[in-house]
């Protein structure tokens, strides 16, 4: 599998998806200046965490008009795997790639801490190596992670299998109780129809390694490397 990682000017979370994509496909990824108009021949894109552009209009609305992201969409209609963590999911849903939009977070305040995941779909190439069901855990970091979607779309995303996780108890029990920031159905991560784009708020990178603390999010780039290779 090839793989690259756009870089988006107040990025902070590229370097360490940089480190577990290498960890997981013995080599490293392409690291992308949002500016280039090209891809190199990638199998896989993700668009990282941070806060691009400063946030300053909204979360992701300008780094959804980086040059890049035309190439990365026009790739993505053809079936190139994306990826988007926190940041990379709100530019994703600005991009168009994804339905729905990521809104303030129901206490307006930023949250920075672990959170139980359960895995809604094994069936894609992101979560193969889970099981529908699992419990994992994930840190997030993110001030805008409140998920909304239209009634219609939402049905229709749950009939296509497109919510890929949801924010659950350590039992796996989803709640009021177990939602950190007032997402719609606790929905913290949603594919295309495809199942060829994910976007998630939590942060698999920050828990791909023993040496961190934990492993669980090792076992997303595990899965796209035997997909992908």
């Known amino acids: 599998m090839k793989a690259a990682v756009i870089v ?4 902070n979370c590229d370097r360490d998806v940089a480190v577990a994509l290498e960890a997981s496909m ?13 891809l190199p021949a990638v199998d896989l894109v993700v668009v990282p965490g941070g806060f691009s552009y400063g946030d300053y209009l909204r979360c992701g609305a300008m780094a959804a ?12 209609a053809k079936g190139m795997r994306v990826l988007g963590i ?38 894609t190439d992101f979560c193969r190596l889970y ?3 699992d419990v994992v855990r994930f840190p997030i970091a993110h001030a805008e992670g409140n998920y909304s979607v239209d009634p219609r779309t939402l049905r229709d995303m749950e009939d296509n299998g497109q ?8 039992d796996g029990g989803v709640d009021a109780a177990a939602n950190p920031n007032g997402a719609l159905g606790n929905i913290a991560g949603i594919t295309n129809e495809r199942h060829t784009v994910l976007g998630l708020m939590p942060h698999p990178e920050r828990l791909a390694d023993e040496g961190l603390g934990g492993s669980d ?5 595990d899965s796209l490397v035997e ?3």
């Open 26 to 38: 013995g080599a490293k990824p392409h690291m992308v200046w949002h500016r280039d108009t090209e």
């Open 227 to 229: 997909a992908l290779s």
């Open 8 to 11: 988006f000017p107040g990025s």
């Open 86 to 123: 926190c940041n990379g999911f709100q530019i994703l849903t600005e991009a168009g790639l994804l339905p729905g939009v990521l809104m303030r977070n129901r206490d307006l305040k930023f949250i920075c801490r672990d959170v139980h995941l359960r895995v809604e779909n094994d069936r």
């Open 65 to 76: 008009h980086s040059p890049v992201m035309r190439e990365v969409k026009a790739r993505a």
């Open 131 to 133: 099981r529908t069901g």
């Open 163 to 170: 919510i890929a996780f949801r924010y659950c108890g350590p």
């Open 217 to 221: 999010g090792r076992l997303m780039f």
